[in-house]
């Protein structure tokens, strides 16, 4: 026997309310235990070449000069460092600082010296405290 002759089909639907709320509950738990990373940076002044011409009589402060070859050999205040670690680099940092607190660091390198010979000096400068970096450029006659 059938019962249901006389009633009408209810036509099937979909309710959308109840997919937002799931998709708005997991999108907050997303947000909520996402972790962002700080990465450590420098905080560096990178070089401009200008035609200007700079006065030699202006003070400046107190600096290491790190002179690095295109072979990746390092120089300290004029001073050869012998050994190209890390942790060699931080320590001859710390000897050539003596007692400043935060002296500048002024990066000299060879055009052809490898990113990697740079980055050392940079990651060393970190790990001994140092955060003021800059770098020398040449300006070329006509630009």
Do not use: C
């Not at 999108?27 to 700080?38: D, E």
């Not at 990113?115 to 006659?141: C, D, H």
Request: proline content about 6%; glycine content about 4%.
């Amino acid at each position: 026997m059938n019962f249901q002759r006389g009633r009408p089909k209810e036509e099937p639907e979909i309710n959308l309310v109840p997919m937002i709320d799931v998709l708005l509950v997991i999108l907050i738990f997303l947000v909520v235990t996402t972790t962002y990373s700080k990465f450590a940076e420098l905080e560096i002044t990178l070089p401009e070449a200008s035609d200007q011409e700079i006065d030699q009589n202006m003070e400046r402060p107190e600096a290491i000069d790190i002179t690095v070859t295109a072979i990746g050999e390092y120089t300290i205040n004029s001073v050869p460092v012998k050994s190209a670690s890390i942790e060699y680099l931080r320590d001859a940092l710390h000897s050539a600082a003596k007692e400043q607190e935060d002296p500048l660091i002024v990066i000299s390198g060879d055009e052809n010296a490898s990113y990697q010979s740079v980055i050392k000096i940079m990651e060393a400068a970190r790990l001994a405290g140092y955060n003021k970096i800059t770098f020398v450029t040449e300006v070329k006659p006509g630009n």
